[in-house]
C-alpha cells in the first residue's frame, strides 16, 4: 500500500470495499457566506438536539462525503454545519473532525462512480439486501449515499461486495460504510433520486416475483432493469437452475434466480447485481441454444428490479443469502455447501458468446447428463440412474403407482419402497439422462395429497430382494414392462416430454368412446374436469382438471386404462390449455 501524504502507511479504515488511500488535506475548507435560501433553511434547526433538518452536513471519511441539499445525522459527528448547494459545488460552511469510524451503519458512501450511471442503478446495488430507503447522487462528484432500511441489510450487503468487487457500466466501484447512521434529503432539491426511488420502492411493494404491474415513467425503465426473465423453448433436455447459473455467470454477479413453470413452460427469473451484466448478457444469449438444436433461450428484461427469493433450493437460490431454509420442512443447506454457493459467485468467467459446447464439464448434474445425451466431449452419459423420492404417502403409494408417474419421464427399471421407512422409495431409471428428467420435474409434485421430494441416490442400483423372501410386494422389477414410453430409438415422445399439468393429452381413443364418457371417467378419479377437447381425428383429445395435483392423480390411475376394443388409453402431460 502506498504512502500518505504525512508519511505513515494508511491502513484501510474497516468496512471499507475497493478502498484506496487518500492523501489527507492538512486543512479544513474554506467558510464561505451563505446564501440566503440556505440561511433560510438553516434557521429550521432543532434548538433540543442541535440538528439541522434542512441543511447539508458532510465528514471526511477515507475521503470527503460531499452531500447536496441533505442532512446526515450522526452520533459520532462533533460537526456544527455545513451548507452545499443542490449541485454539489463549494458553497460551503464546515467544521469538524477528520476521524475515520469504521462501525457498520445503514448509510453508505459509494464512490467512483461512472459519469454516466443512473440513479436507478445505484437503487439497484442495494436491493438484493434488503429495502432502500433514501439515496443522494453527487454526479460532480461521482459519488452517492445509498441508505438501507436497517443496519443489518448494509452489513450485508458490504460483506458481500467484500468478496465480490462491484461494478457499474464494467467499471469497478467502492462502497464503505457512511460515519453517519441517517440519510436526511431535501425532496425538493433531490426530485429525481426520490421520483425513482419511489418507483422503485412501489414496484418492490408487490412482493410478487412475476407480476404484470405497470409503473409510472419515472419507475424503472425495462433496458435499466438488473433482473432477466427467461423462457426455455423446445426444452428436450433438463435445464436447472444450476445450469442457468453456469451459463449466465458468465456476464456478471448473479445475485438471484427463481424457476417456475407458466403456461406449461420452463421459465426463470435472473437476477444481476448490475443492470449493465443484464444487458450483455441479453445481447449475447438470446435466441442461442443450450445444448445442440434445442433448449433454446428466450430473454427479455423484467419490469421487477429486486426479486424476494425465501429458499435456497432447486427451485429458487440467493446467493447472498447462503443462509436461508430449503423450505417445505427440509433443513437448511449444510453450511459447506452455503460457503461453496457464496464463493461461487466470485468465480466470474470472461463475457464471450455461448455455444451448445460452452457448460463446462464441472456444471451442474443435469447439465452434465444432458451434455452426455448430446455427446459433448468428456462427459459420461450414465450418470446416476436411482433416485431417492422421500415425503410419500405411505398409506398410498404403491411401486406401479410411482412406475407410472416417473414412466412419464423416462423407462423404470425397477422401484422400492423402503421396508423400515416406508415414506420413501427408490427408482431406478434407464439412464442418468432420464433420472435427471424425472427429478427435475417431479421434485416438489404433489402427489396423494404431499410434496414429494426428489434426489439422486447414492446406490447405483435397486437390489432385488433374495429369492423367496417376501418383502410384502416393496420391490418390483419393471425391467421388461411393456408400458416403457422410450424404448424405441427417435419415438414421438421424446419431443413430447412436459412438466406436470392440469391439461392432459389422451390418446389411443377407440371411436366408440364419446366426450362424456371420458369425463365421467376422469372424473370418478376424485378431480373436477374443468374442459375438455377432442383432436379433429376423435383419437387423441386434451382434458383439463381443475389442479396439476388432480391431473397427476389421473395419470397414475388411469394411463393404460382399457378403454374396449383392444385399446389401452395413454396419458401424458401437455404444454397446451383449452
Request: hydrophobic share 40%; glycine share 6%.
Amino acid at each position: 500500500m502506498r504512502e500518505g501524504g504525512d508519511g505513515e502507511e494508511r491502513n484501510p479504515p474497516p468496512g471499507a470495499v475497493g478502498w484506496f488511500p487518500c492523501r489527507p488535506r492538512r486543512h479544513f475548507l474554506a467558510a464561505r457566506p451563505c446564501s440566503s435560501a440556505a440561511r433560510l433553511r438553516a434557521s429550521s434547526c432543532s434548538a433540543m438536539d442541535g440538528i439541522v433538518t434542512d441543511v447539508a452536513v458532510g465528514v471526511k471519511r477515507g475521503s470527503d462525503e460531499l452531500l447536496s441539499g441533505s442532512v446526515l445525522n450522526s452520533p459520532n459527528s462533533n460537526m456544527s454545519s455545513m451548507v452545499v448547494t443542490a449541485n454539489g459545488n463549494d458553497n460551503k460552511k464546515f467544521k469538524g473532525d477528520d476521524k475515520m469510524d469504521g462501525a457498520p451503519s445503514r448509510v453508505l458512501h459509494i464512490r467512483k462512480l461512472p459519469g454516466e450511471v443512473t440513479e436507478t442503478e445505484v437503487i439497484a446495488l442495494g436491493l438484493p439486501f434488503g429495502k432502500v430507503t433514501n439515496i443522494l447522487m453527487l454526479k460532480g462528484k461521482n459519488q452517492a449515499f445509498l441508505e438501507l432500511a436497517t443496519e443489518e441489510a448494509a452489513i450485508t450487503m458490504v460483506n458481500y461486495y467484500s468478496a465480490v468487487t462491484p461494478h457499474l457500466r464494467n467499471q469497478p466501484i467502492y462502497i464503505q460504510y457512511s460515519n453517519h447512521k441517517e440519510l436526511k434529503t431535501d425532496n425538493t432539491l433531490n426530485q429525481r433520486a426520490q421520483a425513482v426511488l419511489q418507483a422503485v420502492t412501489a414496484v418492490q411493494a408487490t412482493n410478487a416475483p412475476i407480476s404484470g404491474t405497470t409503473v409510472s415513467e419515472s419507475a424503472v425503465t425495462p433496458a435499466q432493469s438488473p433482473v432477466l426473465r427467461i423462457i426455455i423453448d423446445n426444452m428436450y433436455y433438463p435445464v436447472t437452475l444450476d445450469v442457468l447459473h453456469q451459463i449466465f455467470s458468465k456476464f456478471g454477479a448473479v445475485l438471484k434466480i427463481i424457476t417456475f413453470t407458466k403456461n406449461n413452460q420452463f421459465q426463470a427469473l435472473l437476477q444481476y447485481g448490475d443492470p449493465v451484466n443484464a444487458q450483455q448478457a441479453k445481447l449475447a444469449l438470446d435466441g442461442q441454444n443450450i445444448y445442440n438444436a434445442c433448449c433454446t433461450l428466450r430473454i427479455d428484461f423484467s419490469k421487477l428490479v429486486n426479486l424476494n427469493v425465501k429458499y435456497n433450493n432447486d427451485k429458487s437460490r440467493d446467493y447472498t443469502r447462503p443462509d436461508l431454509p430449503s423450505g417445505d420442512g427440509q433443513p437448511a443447506l449444510d453450511p459447506a455447501i452455503a460457503a461453496a454457493f457464496a464463493k461461487e459467485t466470485s468465480l466470474l468467467a470472461v463475457p464471450g458468446a455461448l455455444s451448445p459446447l460452452a457448460i463446462p464439464n464441472a456444471a451442474a448434474a443435469a447439465a452434465a447428463a444432458a451434455a452426455g445425451r448430446v455427446g459433448m466431449p468428456g462427459v459420461s452419459a450414465g450418470g446416476n440412474t436411482v433416485l431417492l423420492v422421500s415425503n410419500l404417502n405411505e398409506e398410498m403409494v404403491t411401486p406401479q403407482s410411482l412406475f407410472t408417474l416417473f414412466g412419464v419421464y423416462g423407462d423404470v427399471q425397477r422401484v422400492k419402497i423402503l421396508y423400515n421407512k416406508k415414506d420413501s422409495a427408490l427408482i431406478q431409471m434407464a439412464d442418468g439422462n432420464q433420472s435427471q428428467l424425472a427429478m427435475s420435474h417431479l421434485n416438489g409434485q404433489k402427489m396423494y395429497g404431499k410434496i414429494i421430494r426428489v434426489t439422486l441416490s447414492k446406490h447405483q442400483t435397486v437390489q432385488l430382494p433374495r429369492e423367496g423372501l417376501d418383502d410384502q410386494g416393496l420391490t418390483k422389477d419393471f425391467g421388461n414392462s411393456p408400458l416403457h414410453r422410450f424404448k424405441k430409438p427417435g419415438s414421438k415422445n421424446f419431443q413430447n416430454i412436459f412438466p406436470p399439468s392440469a391439461t392432459l393429452h389422451l390418446s389411443n381413443i377407440p371411436p366408440s368412446v364419446a366426450e362424456e364418457d371420458l369425463r365421467t371417467l376422469f372424473a370418478n378419479t376424485g378431480g373436477t374436469v374443468k374442459a375438455f377437447k377432442f383432436f379433429q381425428d376423435h383419437k387423441m383429445a386434451l382434458l383439463q382438471m381443475s389442479t396439476v395435483e388432480e391431473a397427476i392423480q389421473a395419470l397414475i390411475d388411469l394411463h393404460n386404462y382399457n378403454l374396449g376394443e383392444n385399446h389401452h388409453l395413454r396419458v401424458s402431460f401437455s404444454k397446451s390449455t383449452i
